[in-house]
């Protein structure tokens, strides 16, 4: 489905949608993000330096501990070949506009040492699509967070990751679960064409990571096979690039 067929299902539907919605937000239980570091320096091998840029998932809620985290998972399965520097930048709620506020800023204030990464690997998507973020503010902020990326950073491989199967969510009731779902979908589109625009640039599909949907006791965050899972995917683009 399109945007217009979207925003027409939410103008039809607006009331059940609202309703429900402030229903989730009641009824949702809220997880904190793991503890563990956030930056730091592990492994032996070829020297990488590695930033994480996102949302909650980015950080990693959802389990307890970093180790168990989409960076803890990356950390562990490239540590034996790489000798990796990372820096995880990620916050719950967090949208496309405000981590690329956040980058910004560390860029002039925070990053006094090299800023150049070899690897930056972003998540974005889910606090856009239940803030509304339109479609068309969407692709503009996501295209300028790549190229900040890009232009700020020198990276040799950007991996971007598409949004999370949203229409599966258990946390989330019919018919908001499927409406949100659908722009999520149209997230992914726009996600993956944008990034096709980029070089040194891939879209990395999340949807299908695992099966049967592994989630977090919330019923809205990954559960840690689905990191588990992101992480190999993500290992796999960065064994490819070396």
């Given at each position: 489905m399109k945007a217009v067929g979207l925003s027409c299902l939410k103008y039809s539907l607006g009331p059940i949608l609202w309703l429900q919605g402030q229903q989730v937000r009641k009824r949702t239980l809220i997880l904190p993000e793991p503890t563990g570091a956030r930056n730091g320096q592990v492994g032996s091998g070829e020297s990488m330096r590695l930033l994480i840029l996102g949302d909650s998932s980015a950080a990693g809620v959802g389990v307890d501990i970093q180790q168990h985290a989409l960076?803890?998972?990356i950390l562990q399965t490239l540590q034996a070949d790489f000798q990796i520097?990372?820096?995880?930048q990620a916050k719950t709620g967090a949208k496309t506009g405000d981590a690329l506020m956040g980058l910004q800023y560390a860029i002039d204030k925070q990053w006094t040492d090299d800023r150049v990464f070899d690897v930056v690997v972003t998540a974005l998507g889910v606090n856009d699509v239940t803030g509304q973020i339109s479609v068309k503010k969407w692709r503009q902020q996501q295209q300028l967070l790549i190229k900040t990326i890009h232009n700020k950073?020198?990276?040799?491989l950007v991996i971007i990751s598409g949004l999370p199967p949203m229409h599966l969510?258990?946390?989330?009731?019919t018919p908001l679960r499927q409406y949100l779902g659908s722009w999520a979908t149209l997230f992914n589109n726009e996600l993956q064409t944008l990034s096709g625009k980029f070089p040194q640039t891939s879209f990395l599909a999340v949807r299908n990571l695992p099966q049967p949907l592994d989630?977090?006791?919330?019923?809205?965050?990954?559960g840690p096979k689905t990191y588990q899972k992101w992480a190999q995917a993500v290992a796999d683009l960065i064994k490819n690039l070396s």
């Open positions: 960076l803890g998972q520097s990372y820096q995880l950073l020198k990276p040799k969510f258990p946390a989330l009731p989630v977090a006791n919330d019923g809205f965050h990954p």
